[in-house]
């Protein structure tokens, strides 16, 4: 396939805030529950009810947007952005249009030819829609739909990258360091599945001879993606489809598409609105955002440690570069690792222990960091059980399982299986000395110089001990009765 074009990847998500209340009005911000129980006249849309800007969401989205390095204005503006749909009940979504809360930030992304700030244009609040329930499998086939108004007026911030990305492959990189650094916030549930994450991708190929302005080329946006996987997989499918006509000569129209998750291809939707058909004008009912100093010096002072800081702090404490980036990549996981390595600070165990066994217990029984079914501090006593010689790494392999199907403790289990290796040097060479005495034949193989024949004898005693007998120690006292007895 001929390569006259440059991928022009932008990409704009949409995050829910987890807050206790709506953006403009006092009803539940809560996912899953009876359709239509969390409403108002606000979120309704009913004609008189009036606004009232959430506290709570303004500080989220400013921690959003302090993370991402962005200018956080200290002026912001409200506006209507008109649309007719059957889950907006206003006809109008409360939005930011031309003097948003945030811009000019970055998410640096790690790509195999080193790091690279991707731009973030702008981050600004505004309210969800409702959501409509389709009775059927997919619109196209719907017998009838129903709108769920919980989730209208639910606070977002909607996130705009500069169309800087230039594969599928560093949109997703986008995508997934951005998730990160927005989780050790903890301002959102970030579930791409429940919607509290979604993600809307402008695609366009660029000529190589094209010199004009990005904004002038016909992009494509593949609209409400349900996973990073999906999409990827869209820009994919879109990057070959504009290619080929492109390739005959076929203009790109501007519109909007789906991604249909079985066929892996996007099909059209509707052709995209242009800013001025949305006639965005100020929401009268709403005076300006304006952030007093010292609030926002206090937002900054609230900030956690971020992903590039633990990436820094890890390396230094000894864990591998491979083994950092897995660890801060997941929230829960490096709570965890920090929980246990603040009990047991072998770093290096710890991490190994972690990221193999661990986790591999712990995604077969489908469980995560947030609820993992073995404890930090029972995982610290089973590697310190380990360390003292009471436990070889096969025999807590064992006890591990078992912890995570009774959920006891790596005594209890050590207990119950009765599995302790035998520590005792007088107890194993009691067994040894016996071994000795009952094989004259090998024992004399030995002296004659088949080192061979000591391994059998190892056998013996491992037997005779049930596994549980330090085969180094074994060795060592097998030895030295057997030099005793000449
Ligand atoms: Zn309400």
């Not at 206090?298 to 990436?311: C, H, I, T, V």
Request: charged share 25%; aromatic share 6%; net charge negative.
């Amino acid at each position: 396939m001929s390569d006259n074009y440059e991928v022009v990847i932008g990409l704009e998500v949409h995050v829910e805030l987890k807050t206790a209340s709506k953006l403009f009005c006092g009803c539940a911000n809560l996912f899953g529950q009876d359709p239509n129980t969390h409403t108002c006249p606000v979120c309704l849309g009913m004609p008189g009810a009036l606004p009232v800007l959430n506290r709570d969401a303004v500080a989220l989205a400013t921690r959003a947007a302090l993370a991402l390095s962005c200018t956080v204005h200290s002026f912001s503006k409200f506006d209507r952005k008109q649309y007719f749909y059957p889950d907006l009940p206003k006809a109008y979504q409360i939005s930011q249009y031309d003097q948003p809360l945030a811009t000019h930030g970055q998410v640096t992304i790690r790509t195999e030819a080193g790091p690279r700030a991707i731009g973030i244009e702008r981050i600004h609040l505004e309210e969800d829609a409702g959501k409509l329930n389709h009775i059927g499998q997919r619109l196209g086939d719907a017998t009838g739909s129903l709108v769920d108004l919980n989730r209208a007026g639910v606070p977002l911030i909607e996130i705009v990258s500069q169309p800087e990305m230039h594969s599928p492959e560093e949109a997703r990189l986008y995508l997934t360091e951005l998730r990160t650094v927005l989780s050790y916030l903890d301002i959102s549930d970030l579930r791409m599945e429940e919607g509290s994450m979604r993600c809307d991708a402008n695609v366009s190929l660029r000529p190589l001879s094209y010199t004009g302005s990005l904004a002038d080329l016909p992009r494509v946006e593949i609209k409400n993606v349900n996973s990073f996987r999906n999409v990827q997989r869209g820009i994919e499918h879109e990057i070959i489809r504009q290619r080929e006509l492109l390739e005959q000569g076929i203009r790109i129209v501007k519109e909007t598409r789906g991604f249909d998750d079985a066929a892996g291809t996007t099909y059209s939707q509707r052709s995209k609105e242009a800013a001025n058909d949305y006639r965005y004008f100020p929401e009268p009912d709403l005076p300006p955002l304006v952030l007093d100093a010292v609030w926002l010096e206090d937002q900054k002072n609230q900030m956690p440690s971020l992903p590039e800081e633990l990436r820094h702090q890890l390396a230094a404490e000894g864990v591998l570069p491979r083994d950092v980036d897995v660890l801060v990549q997941d929230r829960a996981l490096y709570g965890f690792w920090r929980q246990t390595v603040a009990i047991y600070p072998d770093v290096k165990l710890v991490t190994n222990w972690l990221l193999s066994d661990y986790s591999r217990h712990m995604n077969a029984k489908g469980l995560s960091f947030d609820n993992p079914g073995v404890s930090a501090p029972h995982l610290a006593e089973l590697l310190a059980l380990i360390e003292d010689g009471t436990l070889s790494g096969k025999m807590a392999k064992e006890v591990l399982e078992s912890m995570f199907a009774t959920g006891e403790s790596p005594q209890v289990v050590v207990k119950r299986l009765g599995l302790s290796q035998i520590t005792d040097h007088e107890a194993i060479r009691l067994i040894v000395s016996q071994i000795v005495e009952a094989n004259p034949a090998v024992v004399a193989d030995f002296l004659g110089g088949k080192e061979k024949a000591l391994a059998f004898l190892v056998g013996q005693v491992m037997k005779a001990t049930k596994g549980q007998a330090k085969p180094d120690l074994v060795n060592a006292l097998l030895r030295e009765v057997i030099a005793s007895h000449v």
